[in-house]
């Protein structure tokens, strides 16, 4: 490799770096939430700074623990939403289909919210 090849990959390297630290390290800790919605509706708005669990609905049930998200319970047939990695503020989405239930990580602003103990 070239010198030139060195020098692109390094600053390869350091953008991904950057982008990768950037939401763990620099966003405000206000910003750290999730975003629930239930059938497109927004069920609430929720700080990851806070341990908590959050019954969505009769249906499923999510636990904030450590600045991580993870759905623990639901009554899906598959329950694939439960396998799902847990996420946070640097991103992700966790998805129950036939619920139609979706939690993900938001980063700056707010949305009104609907739901019960809800962050704004």
Not at 23 to 40: N, Q, S, Y
Request: aromatic residues 6%; charged residues 25%.
């Amino acid at each position: 490799m070239k010198k030139k090849d060195w020098i692109l990959a390094a600053g390869i390297l350091i953008a991904a770096l950057a982008a990768w630290m950037f939401p763990r390290f620099f966003l405000p800790e206000d910003h750290r939430k999730i975003r629930i919605t239930v059938d497109g509706t927004v069920f609430g708005e929720y700080s990851l700074r806070e341990d908590q669990e959050i019954a969505i609905g009769k249906t499923n049930v999510c636990r904030i623990e450590n600045g991580k998200v993870k759905m623990i319970s639901a009554d899906c047939p598959d329950k694939l939403c439960m396998k799902q990695k847990a996420i946070d503020a640097s991103g992700g989405t966790i998805v129950c289909l036939p619920n139609k239930v979706v939690i993900e990580a938001v980063g700056t602003g707010s949305l009104p919210s609907d739901g019960p103990d809800a962050v704004s």
